[in-house]
């Protein structure tokens, strides 16, 4: 006869020791790594988890840039700790992972935000450079993989996780090229990581934002395609950063307990209008 106790994995709080006796520790307080976290919505992201008590590690490729995010959190009171990565690459990972089991503590909050998007090029599948294409995937996806395996051991042991992938509706808009195939492959790591760790209490899920309002769609994003975009869009705006962080504090939440393998899309309604 099954057991219902030992089916439920009850949040784990083993791990939401004290750092500093400036930080806000409150009962749900844990560590929480958002890669990509040096601007537009990784930035949010990491924001929004430092406000709800959270001991964020903002990590990107540009390191300035996350230190410049931690000088900001620290005016406000809010612990965010800036570490340098690479996600594409293995090493680098690696150590972004042990510097932050040796500073901050074992993660058991993890968001796959970090992406090449900002200035991405635009060439179609039949001419599309093999070196870049890879280059997208080495990013978008592999970076993806390779923080969820230096990450998910720390969650195995505390049986309690959340990964959040950043995902696209790119991704089905069912226009190809290297980002939206890249976009596609990221739900199939979603899926085949909500499988692999589901029975060690951890959940992984997908946000799939449609046309945001950052920095790096204003420079990837060409007016016209914009309008077209807009004229498609039955909520009749652009989203802002805002309009993704209810999505991302539910995966994270207990409210989202038995909930994995799924991608929640916040498009405005971009998607249901094909
Ligand atoms: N803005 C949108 O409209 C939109 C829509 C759907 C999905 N997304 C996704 O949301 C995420 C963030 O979007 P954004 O608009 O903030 O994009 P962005 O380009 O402004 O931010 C991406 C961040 O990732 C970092 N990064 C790039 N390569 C890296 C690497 N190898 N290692 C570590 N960090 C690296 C960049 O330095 C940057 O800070 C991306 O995954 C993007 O694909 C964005």
């Known amino acids: 006869m099954l057991n219902w106790r030992s089916v439920r994995h009850v949040p784990n709080t083993r791990f939401t020791r004290s750092i500093g006796p400036e930080r806000k520790e409150t009962p749900m307080s844990r560590v929480a790594v958002v890669t990509g976290a040096g601007q537009g919505i990784g930035r949010e992201y ?19 840039a996350v230190l410049a995010l931690a000088e900001r959190a620290k005016a406000q009171g809010l612990d965010i700790v ?11 990972v690696e150590a972004l992972a042990a510097a932050v089991r040796r500073d901050v503590g074992p993660v058991q909050i993890l968001v796959n935000n970090a992406a090449i998007y900002h200035s991405m090029r635009q060439d179609p599948q039949l001419t599309v450079d093999i070196d870049y294409w890879r280059k997208v995937f080495a990013v978008n996806v592999d970076g993806a993989l390779l923080c969820t395996q230096a990450f998910a051991p720390d ?9 959040i992938m950043q995902t696209s509706t790119a991704a089905y808009l069912g226009k190809g090229g290297h980002y939206g195939v890249s976009k596609v492959a990221l739900i199939g790591v979603t899926q085949g990581f909500a499988r692999e760790l589901g029975p060690k209490g951890i959940t992984v899920n997908a946000i799939a934002p449609g046309p945001i309002d950052t920095e790096a769609t204003r420079v990837t994003v060409t007016d016209e395609i914009m309008q077209r975009l807009m004229t498609s869009i039955p909520l009749g705006r652009m989203g802002s950063t805002d309009d993704l962080l209810g999505t991302l504090r539910f995966l994270v939440s207990d409210a989202a307990a038995w909930m994995t ?10 998607t249901k209008r094909l």
């Open 46 to 64: 990491a924001l929004a988890l430092a406000q709800d008590g959270h001991h964020v590690v903002a990590a990107d490729l540009n390191k300035d």
């Open 82 to 92: 800036a570490l340098p990565v690479d996600v594409s690459d293995k090493a680098s």
């Open 155 to 163: 969650m195995i042991e505390a049986s309690w996780g959340r990964v």
């Open 261 to 270: 393998g799924q991608v929640l899309v916040v498009d405005g309604g971009l």
